[in-house]
């Protein structure tokens, strides 16, 4: 079963955000874009280096008014235990969500039971917390944050021109298109 259009459950959960703890709950993404960006572990190997382009790429993410949520199993304080040890992880500015419970890994299905972790899974919700893109992968294979912005940039376009689709590869300015009912008919 598909997640898109699905509203995120209510959580409160505690994070590391700028060097300090903080409660987190879903009253604080309404009315704004967000990203959820689940990973496995801290302290593991493929993390990083998502995270690290995440941190890149955060300042282009606030400029289209969406906010960055990692999220892994781990808890706030192994967060912060990891961003003390790790150079690349000492740039996040985002806020890393803790998820001791998984329950926001279940909420979002992408908990691995047997191993207590979660799958790499990008989420974009929309300000009234619903998901309106998402992607899901397998733990060894790495995601692009250039690519989720431009999800995210897209799926904003539409919400506003909501006549207007977004083809392969598009980015902001360029061309659309205007589904005509003469052509789906013939599809």
């Known amino acids: 079963m598909s997640l898109i259009g699905k509203e995120i ?3 409160k959960v505690q994070a590391f955000v700028g060097g300090d703890f903080k409660e987190v709950t879903k009253s604080d993404l309404l009315g704004t874009w967000s990203v959820f960006v689940f990973y496995p572990a801290d302290f593991t190997f493929v993390c990083p280096t998502e995270l690290g382009d995440l941190a890149d790429h ?6 289209v008014g969406c906010e960055v949520y990692s999220v892994s199993c781990d808890s706030h304080f192994v967060h912060k235990a990891w961003h003390d040890a790790s150079e690349t992880i000492r740039k996040i500015q985002y806020t890393m969500l803790g998820d001791p419970t998984a329950a926001l890994a279940k909420d979002f299905e992408v908990y691995i039971e047997d191993e207590g972790m979660a799958l790499r899974g990008s989420f974009v919700i929309n300000p009234e ?3 309106v893109c998402y992607e899901v992968n397998e733990n060894s294979i790495g995601r692009e944050a250039s690519e989720l912005l431009r999800k995210v940039q897209a799926a904003q376009f539409v919400a506003e021109h909501g006549d207007q689709v977004c083809p392969a590869k598009w980015r902001p300015g360029a061309a659309t298109l205007k589904p005509s009912l003469d052509l789906v008919g013939k599809l």
């Open 9 to 11: 459950s209510d959580f």
């Open 58 to 63: 955060y300042e282009a993410f606030k400029a």
């Open 129 to 131: 917390g619903k998901i």
